[in-house]
């Protein structure tokens, strides 16, 4: 019996050693089976690359292809009419009992057709020019209009970076939890000297009116001051309009504010219209008359006068506690 007991006990760790022999040898196994499939994807991913790319190129030469064919039949158009007008002439001198003075006709037409195609050419030609500065004209004024329209918020700007920029630097948001929200400071790269111009401002986000922290500020400031502004959060030059938290009141309101020769001038609304959610605010600068009003979707507010030579646009977003913060877009 001791040695059944001696020899069962033999068997089991040789069963055992095979057992963890085969248990490598399925690893083994598995590591290649992923191995090579790893291999069969990125041969996969590579050839169907290539297939694009050469699909790509092949539309690149059908194109090619069938411009040539276009502007080859429309060369071939233009030979063909030119054999149409001479085929025209020749039959009517035919029909005609006087064939040979008719002929000297018919060349003397021939010709005086030929110079008046010429003329024509020329003419088109000029005038084809004439168009083509004209549409030169129009889309530089249109760009001159769209520079003038368009402004976006400068990244160098930005007080302490609290202000996250995207969709091309026209959307401002401000993701601190920072309760004191005098940080919230950024200002546009345009420079407005003279002419007149409108800022269009959508509030995307205005969560929570009850929010004490939940203050939107906007406005001009003078171009001298920005970094004043940002770094120093001294207001001087400020022309804005601004929907701020009463803490007597216990309840938002919108004032228009600035700041002149170091004194602050406020003037409250008469009714409530503070920032909401989905407004359209506009700014209307008129820099040759240095004025600045206001304007909340279709109520039109006041500004100020005798503006500074030079003004940025600037926003100033108080932080807001939750998940939505204040977000505003440039349109």
């Known amino acids: 019996m001791q040695n059944e007991e001696n020899q069962n006990k033999e068997t089991i760790q040789k069963s055992l050693e095979n057992q963890n022999k085969f248990k490598e040898k399925i690893k083994n196994i598995c590591k290649k089976i992923e191995n090579d499939s ?61 064939h040979i003075e008719l002929m000297q006709g018919g060349k003397e037409i021939i010709k005086s057709e030929r110079k008046r195609k010429r003329k024509m050419g020329r003419k088109s030609e000029k005038n084809g020019k004439k168009e083509k500065e004209k549409r030169k004209e129009k889309k530089g004024k249109e760009k001159e209009r769209k ?49 007149k111009h409108e800022i269009k401002i959508k509030i995307d986000q205005f969560p929570n009116p009850k929010n004490e922290f939940n203050q939107i500020y906007l406005g001009v400031i003078k171009t001298e001051n920005r970094e004043n502004l940002i770094k120093k959060r001294k207001w001087e030059g400020a022309y804005f309009f601004e929907t701020i938290w009463n803490y007597q009141k216990k309840k938002l309101e919108s004032r228009k504010c600035k700041k002149e020769n170091g004194k602050w001038t406020e003037e409250s609304t008469q009714e409530e219209i503070n920032f909401k959610k989905n407004d359209i605010f506009t700014i209307f600068l008129d820099m040759d008359q240095k004025k600045i009003s206001f304007k909340i979707n279709e109520k ?27 977000q505003i877009t440039i349109i």
């Open 38 to 98: 790893d291999l069969l994807i990125q041969k996969i991913q590579d050839s169907k690359i290539n297939h694009l790319n050469l699909f790509k190129k092949i539309e690149i030469i059908i194109n090619n292809k069938i411009q040539t064919i276009l502007e080859d039949t429309e060369k071939k158009q233009k030979r063909i009419l030119k054999k149409k007008i001479k085929i025209n002439t020749i039959k009517k001198l035919k029909k005609d009992k006087n």
């Open 300 to 326: 039109n507010l006041e500004g100020w006068e005798n503006l500074p030579e030079k003004v940025n646009l600037f926003a100033f977003l108080d932080s807001q506690r939750g998940k939505e913060k204040n």
């Open 147 to 195: 520079s003038e329209k368009l402004d976006e918020f400068d990244p160098e700007m930005n007080r302490q970076n609290l202000i996250k920029l995207k969709n091309k630097n026209k959307t401002a948001w401000n993701p601190s939890n920072i309760w004191f929200g005098w940080l919230g400071i950024i200002c546009g790269k345009k420079i407005y000297s003279r002419g």
